[in-house]
Antibody
Framework: EVQLVESGGGLVQPGGSLRLSCEVS????????MYWVRQVPGKGLEWVST????????DYADPVKGRFTISRDNARNSLSLQMTSLSPADTAFYYC?????????????????WGRGTLVTVSS | EIVLTQSPGTLSLSPGERATLSCRAS??????LTWYQQKPGQAPRLLIY???NRATGIPDKFSGSGSGTDFTLTISRLEPEDFAVYYC????????FGPGTKVDIK
């Protein structure tokens, strides 16, 4: 069974930092591109970042570029998101998600499995 | 950036009725469009990918159609578990979501 479990969310002051983690199981982690997607409570979905199956290629949405860093540890089946210079606009549930196909079929850009999310609240 | 517009914002229907949800893109997507369902307190669930392909385990009451800039998700006969928010997402250029359509009980 495919499982993705996020952790690391919490309350942080504006300007602060936080590191999110996503532990995965039930599939060959290093075959898939992975993503972070966020959702302000009660609002819509927003793609945040992408990392390729081998960790070489990374991409970020404009609002987080230069502040967030995505990484992965394929030996530990783990995905991370380092967030710095946080502002109240970053308050959201953060989901990790898997690409729809393994890399050898060409990554798709849609998400077939999602974690349950972790809530990040940026407030003084 | 490709902007997705979903209509209506809210769709009020009764169980057993047919639901038709629209997603319009600001530029052509070819068939690179996906639909997700989200229930309160849950993560989104993949329903449809590449415009019309049902994801694993998705019942055939859900169907997707369209091409270019206009796409439709149809739920043939609504059941109580189908009342939720539905999002479209494009993946032809970067990744963007529509604002969602809430399907609620009339």
């Amino acid at each position: 069974e495919v499982q993705l479990v996020e952790s690391g969310g919490g309350l942080v002051q504006p300007g602060g930092s936080l590191r999110l983690s996503c532990e995965v199981s039930g599939f060959t982690f290093n075959d898939y591109d992975m993503y972070w997607v966020r959702q302000v409570p009660g609002k819509g979905l927003e793609w945040v970042s992408t990392i390729s199956w081998n960790g070489v290629d990374k991409d970020y949405a404009d609002p987080v570029k230069g502040r967030f860093t995505i990484s992965r540890d394929n030996a530990r089946n783990s995905l991370s998101l380092q967030m710095t210079s946080l502002s109240p606009a970053d308050t959201a549930f953060y989901y990790c998600a898997r690409d729809g196909l393994p890399y050898y079929f060409d990554p798709t850009g849609y998400f077939d499995f999602w974690g349950r999310g972790t809530l990040v609240t940026v407030s003084s | 950036e490709i902007v997705l517009t979903q209509s209506p914002g809210t769709l009020s229907l009764s169980p057993g009725e047919r639901a038709t949800l629209s997603c319009r893109a600001s530029q052509s997507l070819s068939d690179s469009l996906t639909w997700y369902q989200q229930k309160p307190g849950q993560a989104p669930r993949l329903l449809i990918y590449d415009t019309s392909n049902r994801a694993t385990g998705i019942p055939d009451k859900f169907s997707g159609s369209g091409s270019g800039t206009d796409f439709t998700l149809t739920i043939s006969r609504l059941e109580p578990e189908d009342f939720a928010v539905y999002y479209c997402q494009q993946y032809v250029t970067s990744l963007t979501f529509g604002p969602g359509t809430k399907v609620d009980i009339k």
